[in-house]
Structures are given as structure tokens and as C-alpha cells.
């Protein structure tokens, strides 16, 4: 029961009364932006030398395992004089690994982005401190015995636990500790390859799934960051430098486009036979600690008939876009660095995709431009180039990161005359993609557990609609004058056809002073009737202006349980019009209806009689149920 005394009485309106401002989040830049910038530069300079540490360990791991020497000197397995006991280093090697992921944390299994893309969307970008270890040692260890990944997914995995761990410490919102997992995982991509622009973009395609100054400017400058210590730590040369290829013939142009398009089905095809060979782990009945031991037996096998299989291979991709590989290593590259690597990361061991693609689609585009010039002598392409536009168009395709792809390979090998057949060969792909696949390389493994990752980017339609187009201009307006018993006898008359849930009390000039809940009047005490209605005021809650969006809008009523908030004029206290939340959803729905062409816009503006209920003449029939 509601007693008169118990309730805390609102002062009437007051001259230093100021409406609800617009929201800081909806300002786009902040002073919050300015030190998440600041925290996401002082991450990348510690991830980018946890990735030359990273460097550093596989190239360890590969001179013991290989060679029986301890040196950080640069090492591949190529060279390697062990001959058929080649094949028992990868089966040691994730022996380990299963065993670190059964009794470190299974997280460590995987190529990293997916498992990114998976905390962000459900886990509240939080991820477990001890993967910032577990994760980079488990993959040196996975790569440094023969594994065919490349360094780049751990080292995002490993960024991004930095930047959430880094987060989690500072206590700061779901949704900034996203933007510092997303900054810290691309800036170990932008400290690999000195990819600053297509690091940044991978964040925008594939983690952040936004694109916002208050997201952007924090990840762009970590992405700089750790694009300034690869120079420091790895050298100012192009990561996968390549002759100058020419300019591309219009002729040429149209093949390499049409090359797009086969690499984007052959992308598919490599993209679903990943997860296909998964499910057929699945039903080995073994524990799966043991399935990267399993799937290294094909690795060591592969890798003692052809060497270049194993391990990061970047040199693989340096030989490939020389243009110059022989036919015999061309299919090594694309065929057996395909099934070592397809069954080893379905195995569950730890490693990245982006290397092996690139490896994989290079190898298929000199392969198919080899075969266009015997078929089509006239068509002007290039090798080299057909190699490159491989490259980015089989990412494009697996991963749809199209202008992560196309930057990407633009960075890595300063070539400016590949744009345009890099720009044809990528939008092929990424188009019959679409076609093929219903998720991606990226997204097919958390999709299958009921996760949906968008795909597409639209601005925020609450953000292009302010409230002036959406409020009710004829709102129920309650004086303060009113008594409590008139008003709860006014709402039963009307009660089918009023139901907000709060009325909007203002004084006699239509000036705003506060909102009583209508539950409040119907269960008020018969003892306090007579009282005004500006005893059930119990707190100042916030009105909107005119002028802000549905979004701003949206924010104050989440942020204050509210299901109808009263529109102002300016920064005038005059009510023009009231928003509910049933306002927002419609003005929604209309907008798509009309984008889609489904039906006629219907406004949702209702002109209704507009009337102020004023003291003792509540109940004449001025205001009658009629009238209502």
C-alpha cells in the first residue's frame, strides 16, 4: 500500500532545470577514445615484440628440431638431412601440443580469428590471461616442428588475449574492451608483416563488425604502432618482395578477373573440405588431445616427399611471386602444401590460415596462368602477377575480407601497378563466395555452435531519425494541479485507450516537470486521493529533444527503464510530443519496408486531439471519454 509519506516529493519545475543532453557515446570522438588510444599504442609496442619474440622461438624450435643446434638464427625445414625420420618431428611436436591444450586450455586449438570473432560476440571480448602465454608457445611449437601455418594467426590470437587481458584490468565496457582485443590482435598482424592500412582493415571486416571514429582511431594507431616496430625488428623491406610487374592490358585485366572467379570457387571448395575433414575428427574414437598427432602423421609424410610443405613458408611466397617457380614445385605448393595443411588444421593443432593460403592460392593462380598462356597466348598476363591476384583472391574468397585481401598484398609487395587486377581478381572472389559458402573460413566453425556473424554493414538506421518525425505531437499532458483520485478515475475510463505506461506531468504552461508511473496512481491509497499528483513524482527523470535520434533516444530510455520518454523543445521545457518504445520499433520497421519495397511507408505520426488536463475541471466533459 502507497502511503502519501512515504513517497519523496518532487519540487516543482526550477529555473536551473536542463534536459537530457545527448549521450557521450553518440558524440563520435571522446576523451575516452583518447585513452583507449593511448593504452592501445603502449599494447602494440609490447605485442609487436611479443611477435618478434614469437619469430624469434619458431625459428629456435626449427634449428633443434631439424638441425640439433640451439640458435635464433632464420630457419626452415627445407634443408633439414633427416631423411625418413622427418616425419616423427611434426608427430612430436603436437604430441605436445594436445597435451597443452587438454591440460593448458583447449582455446589454444585453432587459427585464432575465429576464436577472436567468437569472445567478442559472446564472451564479452573477455579471454583467459593464460592464453597469452599458452597460445604463441603452443603454435612455435606447432610451427617450429613442421606444422604448415604461418606465424600471423597466434600472434593475433595472442594480441588479442593481451588487449582483453589489458581491458579486464581497466575495468572498462564490453564494448571497449572489444576495441582493444580487436587493436591489440591487429597490431601483431601489422608487426608480422608491416601491414598497418590492411591490419586495420581486418579489424573493421572481421572483429570489430563496425566501422566507428571511437573504434577505428584506437586501432589504427595500434596497427601504426606495431607496423613501427616491425621496422625496428624486422627491417623496412617489403615482407614478400617481388620484380616490378607491368601495367595490366585491358585484356589482361578481363582474365585476371575471370581467374578471380575460379580461385573464388577452388577458395569454397578448400573452405568447406576444412571443416568436412573436422567432423570426420569428430568421430574418431579417440580423445582429441590426440587428433594433431594424427593429423602430423600426414604432415611428416607430405613433408619428407616435398620439404617446402613444412613449417611458415613466407619463402615459399617470395619464390612464387618471381613468377619463375617451375611447373613441378607449383604443384607441390598448391597440391601437397594444400593437403598437408587442410588435414593439420582440421586436426585441431595451432596455427594460422593466412600463410597457407596465400601459399596455396599463388601456387593455383601461376598454375592457372601458366595454363591461360598455352591455351591463350594472347592475353597479356603476367606470371608474377597472376601469383599475386591468386594470393588475395583466395583470402578474399575463404576468409571474405576483400579489402583486408587487396591492402594486404598492395603493403606487402609496394607494388602499385597490382591494384586493379588485385581489385578485379578479389571482387570475383568475394562475389561467387556468396554463392557457394553460407559462412566463411573465418565463421563456419562458430556459425555450426549457433553464433550468426554479420556480414554486411549498414549504418545504424536509429542514428538517420530524430525523434521530431517519430513522437506522438499530441501527447496525454497531466497538470500538476491534478488530484491523485481524478487522475486514477480518468485512467479507468480510458484505460483501453490509454497505455503508456507513465503520464507526463508538467505545469499549466505545458512546461515539463516529471513522469508518475501509472501503477503508482491505480495502487495509491484511497487516504491520499485528495492529494496532488506531484506526490507520486519520485524521481526527475530525463525528457529528449527534438533534435536527437532514435538512437540517442534508445540509449536514455535502456539506460533509464523507461517505456515513453516526453520530447522537449530545444532546450525549452515546453513538451512537444512524447516517444515510446513501441514509436522506435515502428519507425524501424518502416524504414526497411521502405528500402525493400514491401508496402507504402506508414507514418508513424497519430494526430490526435491535443488537450492539457487542468485542475477542478478534470472531469467536465471537456475531457470527456469521448474526447479520448
Not at 195 to 221: D, G, N, Y
Not at 554 to 564: G, I, L, W
Request: with cysteine.
Amino acid at each position: 500500500m502507497i502511503r502519501a509519506n512515504s513517497i519523496p516529493v518532487s519540487p516543482t519545475l526550477d529555473e536551473n532545470f536542463k534536459p537530457e543532453t545527448i549521450p557521450e557515446s553518440e558524440q563520435p570522438v571522446t576523451g575516452r577514445v583518447f585513452l583507449l588510444s593511448l593504452q592501445a599504442i603502449l599494447n602494440a609496442l609490447v605485442i609487436g615484440f611479443i611477435a618478434k619474440g614469437l619469430v624469434m622461438l619458431i625459428d629456435l624450435i626449427t634449428n633443434i628440431s631439424f638441425y640439433g643446434k640451439f640458435s635464433f638464427e632464420p630457419s626452415t625445414p627445407l634443408h633439414n638431412t633427416l631423411g625418413w625420420m622427418v616425419i616423427l618431428v611434426p608427430i612430436a611436436g603436437s604430441v605436445i601440443v594436445g597435451i597443452m591444450a587438454r591440460f593448458g586450455s583447449s582455446a589454444i586449438r585453432g587459427h585464432g580469428i575465429p576464436e577472436a570473432m567468437e569472445k567478442i560476440i559472446t564472451g564479452e571480448s573477455k579471454i583467459p590471461v593464460k592464453l597469452t602465454f599458452l597460445k604463441p608457445i603452443s603454435a612455435a611449437i606447432s610451427i617450429g616442428t613442421g606444422g604448415p601455418f604461418g606465424a600471423e594467426g597466434p600472434i593475433i590470437a595472442t594480441g588479442g588475449a593481451f588487449g582483453s587481458v589489458s581491458g579486464q584490468i581497466m575495468r572498462i565496457s564490453s564494448s571497449e574492451r572489444k576495441i582493444m582485443l580487436a587493436a591489440g590482435a591487429c597490431a601483431g598482424m601489422a608487426a608480422i608483416f608491416g601491414s598497418p592500412l590492411a591490419a586495420t582493415l581486418l579489424a573493421i571486416e572481421l572483429l570489430l563488425f563496425e566501422f566507428s571514429p571511437k573504434s577505428v582511431i584506437p586501432v589504427a594507431l595500434s596497427c601504426a604502432t606495431g607496423a613501427a616496430v616491425h621496422l625496428v625488428c624486422f627491417g623496412n623491406t617489403p615482407v614478400f618482395a617481388m620484380p616490378d610487374i607491368p601495367v595490366a592490358s585491358g585484356i589482361a585485366l578481363v582474365t585476371y578477373v575471370a581467374m578471380g572467379l575460379a580461385i573464388g570457387v577452388i577458395a569454397a571448395i578448400i573452405s568447406k573440405s576444412v571443416y568436412l575433414l573436422e567432423d570426420y575428427f569428430e568421430k574418431i574414437p579417440v580423445h582429441w588431445m590426440w587428433w594433431p598427432a594424427i593429423g602430423a602423421v600426414v604432415v611428416g609424410i607430405t613433408g619428407y616427399f616435398a620439404p617446402s610443405t613444412l613449417g611458415v613458408g613466407y619463402s615459399n611466397i617470395t619464390n612464387l611471386l618471381t613468377g619463375s617457380l617451375p611447373l613441378s614445385m607449383l604443384f607441390i605448393l598448391c597440391f601437397l602444401k594444400y593437403i598437408s595443411w587442410v588435414v593439420a588444421l582440421s586436426s585441431g593443432t595451432s596455427g594460422g590460415t593466412l600463410a597457407p593460403l596465400f601459399t596455396i592460392g599463388g601456387a593455383t593462380g601461376a598454375l592457372i596462368g601458366v595454363l591461360v598462356l598455352q591455351v591463350f597466348p594472347g592475353s597479356e598476363i603476367n606470371i608474377a602477377t597472376a601469383a599475386l591476384i591468386g594470393m588475395a583472391a583466395m583470402f578474399a574468397g575463404a576468409s571474405r575480407a576483400i579489402l583486408t585481401s587487396i591492402v594486404f598484398l598492395m603493403e606487402t609487395t609496394a607494388q602499385p601497378h597490382a591494384l586493379l587486377p588485385l581489385i578485379g581478381a578479389c571482387t570475383a572472389a568475394y562475389s561467387v563466395s556468396f554463392f557457394l559458402m553460407k559462412g566463411s573460413i573465418m565463421t563456419e566453425k562458430i556459425q555450426r555452435r549457433g553464433i550468426r556473424t554479420p556480414d554486411v554493414y549498414k549504418p545504424d538506421v536509429l542514428q538517420t531519425i530524430n525523434a521530431l518525425t517519430v513522437m506522438d505531437d499530441a501527447p496525454v499532458l497531466i497538470c500538476i494541479d491534478n488530484k491523485i483520485g481524478d487522475i486514477k478515475q480518468w485512467l479507468l475510463d480510458n484505460i483501453n485507450t490509454y497505455r503508456d505506461s507513465s503520464l507526463i506531468i508538467t505545469d499549466k504552461k505545458e512546461n515539463f516537470i516529471g513522469y508518475v508511473e501509472t501503477g503508482k496512481v491505480f495502487t495509491a491509497d484511497d487516504s491520499i486521493a485528495s492529494n496532488s499528483i506531484q506526490t507520486l513524482i519520485s524521481e526527475r527523470l530525463p525528457v529528449v529533444q527534438e533534435r536527437q535520434s532514435l538512437a540517442a533516444v534508445s540509449e536514455v530510455m535502456a539506460n533509464y527503464d523507461m517505456q515513453c520518454v516526453a520530447v522537449i523543445e530545444g532546450n525549452n521545457k515546453k513538451v512537444k510530443g512524447v516517444i515510446t518504445s513501441n514509436d522506435i520499433v515502428q519507425a524501424y520497421s518502416n524504414h526497411y519496408k521502405q528500402e525493400n519495397d514491401y508496402q507504402v511507408s506508414i507514418s508513424v505520426k497519430r494526430r490526435t486531439k491535443k488537450f492539457l488536463i487542468k485542475g477542478k475541471y478534470f472531469m467536465q466533459s471537456k475531457f470527456s471519454k469521448e474526447d479520448i
